[in-house]
Nanobody, 126 residues
Framework: QVQLVESGGGLVQAGGSLRLSCVAS????????MGWFRQAPGKERKFVAA????????YHTDSVKGRFTISRDNAKNTVYLQMNSLKPEDTAVYYC???????????????????WGQGTQVTVSS
C-alpha cells in the first residue's frame, strides 16, 4: 500500500554531512509515524530515529544524538535525516520505514514498521 524511496546517500569524509530523503507514495503520509534504520555489512538492521505523524515529537538513538536530526514535510510526503559530524561507524545502508498504526507513540523495533524502502548507501571514509 505504501511505497518508499530513499535518496541522498553517498561517499563522504569523516566530519562531513549528508541529508537523506525518503519520499512516500500511497496511503496518507500525514497520518503515519516514520522511522530511519541502518544496516552495516554483516550486521543486523538497527534503529536510528523516529518521528510522529505531525512532526512535533522525535526520538534518536544514543549513538547519533546531537549529530543526526529526523524531520518531515507532510506537504511533500517526505521524511529527512540530516546527518552531521559523520563517523566511519555510520557507514551503512539507510532505510526509511512507515508505521501504519494510529497512535502517537514512537517505536524502535523493526516489527513496529510495515513498509520499507530499498535503502541508500552511506559510506564515511576516515
Amino acid at each position: 500500500q505504501v511505497q518508499l524511496v530513499e535518496s541522498g546517500g553517498g561517499l563522504v569524509q569523516a566530519g562531513g554531512s549528508l541529508r537523506l530523503s525518503c519520499v512516500a507514495s500511497g496511503g496518507t503520509f500525514s497520518r503515519y509515524n516514520m522511522g530511519w534504520f541502518r544496516q552495516a555489512p554483516g550486521k543486523e538492521r538497527k534503529f536510528v530515529a523516529a518521528i510522529n505523524c505531525s512532526g512535533d515529537r522525535t526520538y534518536h538513538t544514543d549513538s547519533v544524538k546531537g549529530r543526526f536530526t529526523i524531520s518531515r514535510d507532510n506537504a511533500k510526503n517526505t521524511v529527512y535525516l540530516q546527518m552531521n559530524s559523520l563517523k566511519p561507524e555510520d557507514t551503512a545502508v539507510y532505510y526509511c520505514a512507515t508505521d501504519l498504526r494510529n497512535g502517537d507513540s514512537l517505536y524502535y523495533t523493526e516489527g513496529s514498521y510495515s513498509y520499507w524502502g530499498q535503502g541508500t548507501q552511506v559510506t564515511v571514509s576516515s
